[in-house]
Structures are given as structure tokens and as C-alpha cells.
């Protein structure tokens, strides 16, 4: 029988690896490992993602990558009226090794 203002919590396991979240997704009912990916960032500047994001995986991330490089275009034409299509972010696993380059070139489709 619970005590009244118990509330029961379930903690989630230790994770082996601080790159390497454990969650609990719709997919798998059980506990899962979700990769952490980081976006670092090469146009006029180097700008390395120290962060990362979640996603479940490398297809994920690179959807997610996509869309960051066509709201960087976006900005940066409207801002200097200039596009260099060999700006990219790069993806990186969490290991540090990148898996998938998106250069700014791919991420649109350009028309004459």
C-alpha cells in the first residue's frame, strides 16, 4: 500500500557513455540508446557545436541539418545578398568523427 504523498519515479539507468543518452522512445518500449550528433558550423567562421542534439538517427540528424543550412541561406542572402554554396555543416557522431557533411550548395536547389 503506497504512503499517502509517495509519489513513485522511475529513474532512468546509467548511461556508460555521457554521448549516449538513454530514453525512452515510442519505438521501443524498453530503455534505448539515442546518439548524440554535433553540427559544426563552416562559412566566413569555424564554429564548432559543443552541445549537440539527440536524434535516433544519422537520417534524423541530417534532415535536422538541412533545414539549419536553408534558415542560415535564408538569412545570410537576405542580410548580404551573397551565397557561398560551399559553406557546410558537418555532423559529427559522439565519438568526434564526422558521418555526413551538408554543404549550403546541396541543401537548396538552385535554377537559371
Known sequence: MPIAGIVRAQVEPFSPNPRLALKRTEAAPGWAFV???YFHLYNDIDAPDQEG??????ATAWTYAQKQARAMIAATVTETWCLV????IDI????GAVVRSVTFG????IKQ
Open 35 to 37: 546518439p548524440r550528433y
Open 53 to 58: 542534439h539527440e536524434f535516433p538517427d544519422i
Open 85 to 88: 554554396l560551399s559553406h557546410r
Open 92 to 95: 559529427a557522431d559522439g565519438d
Open 106 to 109: 546541396d541543401a537548396v536547389t
